[in-house]
């Protein structure tokens, strides 16, 4: 994830551990605006702490964004899920 549109600003990287393990954004947290979803599976996005509720946005495997604003989840991810 990145702090600004098109890869840009503080980046946070994410090394999945296991299948649907929460992981909390530290560096981006409620300031993300572009994301890259380098994995072969769909990174789920929260806007609740700790993946709690319905995942606001999916990433599909090997998928990037460079401008979240596009799907209505700019500055809003708070945690994410590897299912």
Known sequence: ?????????????????????????????????????????RVQFYDSANCSGAYGYAAKPSS???DLTNNGFDNKTSSIRYP
Request: aromatic share 16%; charged share 25%.
């Open 64 to 66: 990037s964004d460079g």
């Open 1 to 41: 994830m990145y702090e600004h549109d098109k890869f840009k600003g503080a980046e946070e990287n994410f090394m999945f551990e296991g299948w649907n393990l929460c992981y909390k954004a530290l560096k981006v947290k409620n300031a993300a605006s572009s994301m890259w979803n380098n994995t072969a599976a």
